[in-house]
């Protein structure tokens, strides 16, 4: 692994279902982060994590949830899906030491909700 | 509230120079970036100002003006695979990003 994975690379799921996003990170950053991106906004953080163990939620939290058991992995759960959760959903991760603020992405997962 | 703005679409010659402005209200500031976005990728990052001043790195450059909460993107020696999104994005006191919607740049030959 090099950088940020996500899995699936897209999916096509039926409302009501449970759906968990996958997100592995192998630069030992400490802050990670999921978003999703509709057309014509801009990227909209869903949940936050700046350390293992810790959590917190962003812009649009409901409907979402995470966990943070470890530094390298954060799962992004749907628990009951919706049609407005369609959307493209990218995982981030930024190191909290050194003077790089930077934020690097993985390639996204596109999600259909009927 | 915070509020990042920047114009949704701009054309541009193969060649030629193209400057991206955006505009910034934020609750703290922790430096602005910028980061480029290909259709259907994920963004990449571009740069990163924190103090008023020019950043230049090869034919792009960043510009920051914080009393104005002001930014903008210079791309010189337009090339057809800079036709992307540009996405500015303001980190704020918690070390959170802010984004833009991204400037659409389309690049004619």
């Known amino acids: 692994i090099a950088g940020i994975t996500q899995a699936p690379t897209s999916q096509i799921l039926a409302a009501g279902r449970r759906m968990t996003l996958r997100c592995t990170q192998d630069?030992?950053?400490?802050?990670m982060y999921w978003y999703r991106q509709d057309l014509g906004l801009g990227l909209r953080l869903i949940h936050y994590?700046?350390?293992?163990?810790?959590?917190g939620k962003g812009e649009v939290p409901d409907g979402y949830s995470v966990s943070r058991a470890n530094t390298d992995d954060f799962p992004l759960t749907l628990a009951s899906a919706v049609p407005s959760q369609t959307s493209v959903y990218f995982c981030?991760?930024?190191?909290?030491?050194?003077?790089?603020?930077?934020?690097?992405f993985g390639p996204g997962t596109r999600l259909t909700v009927l | 509230g915070q509020n990042i703005d920047q114009p949704t679409e701009m054309t541009a010659t193969e060649g030629a120079i193209v400057q991206i402005n955006c505009t910034y209200q934020?609750?703290?500031?922790?430096?602005l970036f910028w980061y480029q976005q290909h259709a259907g990728e994920a963004p990449t990052f571009l740069s990163y100002?924190?103090l008023d001043g020019l950043e230049e790195k090869g034919r792009f450059s960043s510009f920051l003006s914080r009393s104005k909460g002001y930014s903008y993107l210079l791309l010189k020696e337009l090339q057809m695979k800079d036709s992307a999104s540009y996405l500015c994005?303001?980190?704020?006191?918690?070390?959170?990003?802010?984004w833009g919607a991204g400037t659409k740049l389309i690049i004619k030959p």
């Open positions: 981030a991760s930024r190191p909290t030491s050194g003077s790089s603020n930077e934020q690097f």
């Open positions: 630069m030992r950053h400490n802050a």
């Open positions: 994590s700046n350390t293992a163990g810790t959590t």
């Open positions: 934020t609750s703290g500031f922790n430096g």
């Open positions: 100002n924190v």
């Open positions: 994005a303001v980190m704020d006191s918690n070390y959170q990003l802010i």
